[in-house]
């Protein structure tokens, strides 16, 4: 079979390709590539031209050795022209042009043999050249094609020659050859001329090459030249100072400023990294201001979760303090984006991690924590895999954990970490004015309730008693049912913080029919179902006065308040709302009341048992009670009963 690349090497290769292609579009890589590139072309141009012109040095041996070719016979003929004039009479005379013609004929014969040869060859040896090595010769169509052309004419003319030279070539014939050179050294002579001229053209067309390669060489170099220089400009120059016009503007406070990425060089990282600078001051920025315009807690925390995702994973995101042992964790308050989220009030250790840490914890894997009662096994049990912590120092010197929770695994990075490090400070100093404010907005609401049960003081807990069942239904509501939609730990928290003041409106009632042991006539008790309207007004006045400093605190506690009376079937007071015209909150509110009023001992009445009093709440279900709540009440039993079991009063 054949071979294949397994997965590990495959991701290896496409790594090594990304990484090669990243490196790519850097400066450094581009201009060093561009005058790597230049050098090389120039080197080779040099190299190429030198070598070339070592090789014309051969040339010019070719064209030497070209022009003896015309030179011989040329000689020859003139040689032959000048024996014919003076054609011996004698032997004497004879002998001696045998000697003088003939010996020159020779060795111009054995010359043109021994270059035409050459050339055939292409082939050049020293003792033609004088150089110590031989040349080797290369011909283009035409000298090819000249140089077998006068090589046939020289064999031709040499054959003719020696023919008539005769066959004793000790007493040759000088006459019949000399004519015979007459006769045809012109047509030598011309391919000879020829044979030099191919040559030459040749040579001329070699040298005319290296120049025009030189001058395409060169007109690619100064194109490089331009591409480099408009590299170095549209990559370098003009993103810097780009970057540096941006730099100005924010240093001018124009924070959030982003300048335009035009490369994915190092000036374009550089300039995103500067866009990420400038766009991380703004959100810090905007970050303290909406976390300062925070009306509660829950306002600021929301506000930190939503600026906060543009620099980090945020699903869940919650506010601890530290218990009165040390040991424990509390968890105050929380936003979360999905459904669930941990029980506001709930106590939680940090599993193997520093009672009180005082740098952030990065968890990556928060499946590897199972404990009960640990802060890390219960963010997983809600369905996240990673968290971080972050240690916060109040004015006070309180100890407080700023907890960040992601529904994906390994999403705190050191970066993340470092991030949070840095605006720990900002974030202590908004958490603690919120802090400030919810607990003023508790101490009034706990004055308010405190003032209404000095009118009508009934039993000792009832206020806390059914604050709790309202706080418990509210849960239940928020997790199951039809209303889980509209309730989440900040409603559950207003329905606790605002139950108390239920009955605050009695402030405004008489005290002979507050306090009258008895049953209430018509009159009075019209008078007694004035007291939600009247709680209601007061307070509406306290929230047109926080309305005025930008703060809304007491709309719950209005609703509460001034229809906690109203009946689901529309036969309530004071103003006869009917189904959901009913607030939420204050038919939650009308089950704890009616619950805790029935299972409590009161001075004209024993207190009910709780399968009495539960039955009471079935009878009227969809009369006087919202059904959905009723069957909260009913899935909630248990927890209920807790509270029950701790503060009741028979």
């Not at 011996?88 to 002998?95: E, G, S």
């Not at 292409?122 to 077998?148: A, F, M, N, V």
Request: proline share 4%; net charge negative.
């Amino acid at each position: 079979m054949p071979e294949t690349d397994t997965p590990q090497e495959t991701l290896a290769t496409r790594s090594v390709g990304r990484r090669f292609f990243a490196w790519t579009r850097t400066i450094r890589a581009q201009v060093g590539l561009a005058l790597g590139v230049l050098f090389l072309l120039l080197t080779g141009s040099v190299a190429y031209t030198l070598y070339q012109l070592d090789l014309r040095k051969h040339d010019y041996e070719i064209l030497n050795l070209a022009g003896q070719l015309r030179v011989t016979s040329h000689a020859m003929s003139n040689q032959a022209q000048n024996y014919l004039k003076d054609t011996p009479t004698d032997y004497q005379a004879y002998y001696r042009d045998l000697r003088l013609f003939y010996g020159d004929l020779q060795r111009n014969v054995a010359l043109y043999d021994k270059i035409i040869k050459g050339f055939e060859d292409r082939r050049l040896d020293s003792e033609l050249t004088g150089k110590h090595d031989p040349i080797y010769c290369t011909w283009d169509e035409r000298s090819k094609s000249q140089l077998s052309r006068t090589a046939l004419v020289w064999r031709n003319f040499r054959a003719g020659m020696f023919k008539q030279l005769g066959e004793d070539l000790d007493q040759p014939r000088l006459n019949y050859a000399a004519e015979y050179i007459v006769a045809h050294g012109p047509e030598l002579t011309e391919a000879s001329n020829k044979l030099a001229t191919a040559f030459q053209s040749m040579m001329e067309g070699k040298l005319a090459m290296i120049s025009l390669f030189n001058r395409v060489v060169l007109g690619l170099a100064a194109v490089l030249m331009l591409g480099l220089v408009a590299l170095i400009y549209f990559n370098l120059v003009r993103p810097l100072r780009q970057t540096v016009s941006g730099f100005a503007r924010v240093a001018r406070g124009d924070f959030g400023h982003q300048v335009e990425v035009r490369t994915g060089n190092e000036i374009g990282q550089m300039t995103q990294a500067f866009n990420q600078l400038s766009k991380r001051i703004h959100a810090l920025f905007r970050l303290t201001d909406r976390i300062n315009q925070g009306n509660t807690l829950d306002d600021s925390l929301r506000f930190a979760a939503e600026e906060f995702r543009g620099f980090l994973p945020v699903d869940w995101v919650g506010l601890f303090f530290q218990s009165a042992d040390g040991e424990r964790w509390v968890l105050e308050r929380q936003h979360d984006t999905g459904p669930k989220s941990l029980r506001e009030g709930g106590h939680f250790t940090l599993a193997g991690k520093q009672p009180q840490p005082t740098a952030p914890l990065n968890i990556a894997d928060l499946g590897q924590y199972s404990d009960d009662g640990d802060l890390f096994a219960a963010l997983h049990r809600h369905g996240f895999a990673s968290a971080t912590l972050l240690p916060l120092t109040g004015s006070a010197d309180s100890r407080a954990l700023l907890a960040f929770a992601s529904r994906q695994p390994n999403s705190y990075t050191p970066e993340h970490v470092e991030f949070l490090a840095n605006v720990a400070g900002q974030l202590t100093h908004a958490l603690d004015k919120t802090v400030f404010l919810e607990n003023l907005v508790v101490a009034a609401v706990q004055g308010l309730a405190k003032l209404a049960e000095s009118r009508d003081p009934e039993t000792g807990d009832h206020l806390l008693r059914m604050a709790l069942y309202a706080a418990i239904v509210a849960e239940e509501l928020g997790e199951n049912g039809q209303y889980r939609d509209r309730i989440d730990s900040a409603y559950v928290r207003e329905v606790f913080q605002f139950a108390p003041m239920h009955d605050i409106g009695k402030v405004g009632i008489a005290d002979h029919i507050l306090l009258k042991p008895g049953r209430l006539d018509d009159e009075q008790r019209r008078d007694m179902e004035r007291h939600p309207s009247i709680g209601a007004e007061v307070l509406r006045r306290c929230e047109s006065q926080v309305n005025g400093l930008g703060y809304s605190i007491f709309q719950v506690a209005i609703e509460i308040a001034e229809c906690h009376h109203e009946k689901f079937n529309g036969g309530g007071y004071p103003r006869g709302l009917q189904g959901e015209d009913i607030p939420l909150s204050a038919r939650i509110v009308a089950v704890a009341d009616v619950f805790d009023a029935l299972t409590s001992k009161r001075p004209y009445k024993e207190a009910w048992p709780v399968e009495r009093a539960l039955a009471l709440l079935d009878e009227e279900s969809g009369n006087h009670f919202d059904p959905e709540v009723v069957a909260a009440f009913r899935r909630a039993l248990p927890r209920a009963m807790e509270v029950y079991n701790r503060h009741k009063h028979v």
